[in-house]
């Protein structure tokens, strides 16, 4: 539903009501947590129109998630050209081991290493405690758009 939301409403909305830049290549989609796993189930499959994805303090939920982390990666490996091809950005981070995310995030970066989808992480951070969704935010904002 909320790739539906994000592609038939909310896009033609800011499209219509502000000054954007129309053309996919100039789209990103970022979210931290469960935002993050909207970011990787929408900007996965649809490349074409985000070519900058930014995935924090998140990952597939293991074991309960398994079946759709799955589901992805086949889908992964299906489109690994299209995928490499359009991305420009799929940006990872995360905070230190503290982040209830970790090691869901650790699993996902060893499939996608497994599968050879292109990814940068950001350096985890020890030093700040929990997740440091701001820094990572600022820090991926600096990527866009090159």
Do not use: H
């Not at 896009?11 to 789209?27: D, H, L, Q, S």
């Not at 970066?109 to 020890?126: G, H, P, Q």
């Amino acid at each position: 539903m909320f790739e539906r939301e994000l592609k038939q409403c909310i896009i033609p909305f800011v499209e219509k009501n502000y000054r954007a830049e129309t053309a996919p290549g100039n789209r990103a989609l970022a979210g931290l947590s469960m935002g993050g796993l909207q970011t990787l189930y929408v900007g996965i499959n649809n490349t074409e129109l985000f070519p900058f994805l930014g995935v924090f303090s998140s990952g597939w939920i293991m074991p309960a998630q398994t079946d759709l982390a799955n589901k992805q990666y086949d889908i992964m490996k299906t489109n690994l050209d299209k995928i490499n091809g359009n991305l420009k950005q799929l940006w990872i981070a995360m905070g230190g081991k503290e982040d209830i995310a970790y090691n869901n995030c650790q699993t996902m970066m060893s499939k996608f290493d497994e599968l050879k989808v292109k990814y940068t992480t950001a350096n985890i951070r020890e030093d700040i405690p929990g997740r440091s969704g701001e820094n990572n935010l600022y820090n991926f904002a600096q990527l866009l758009f090159r």
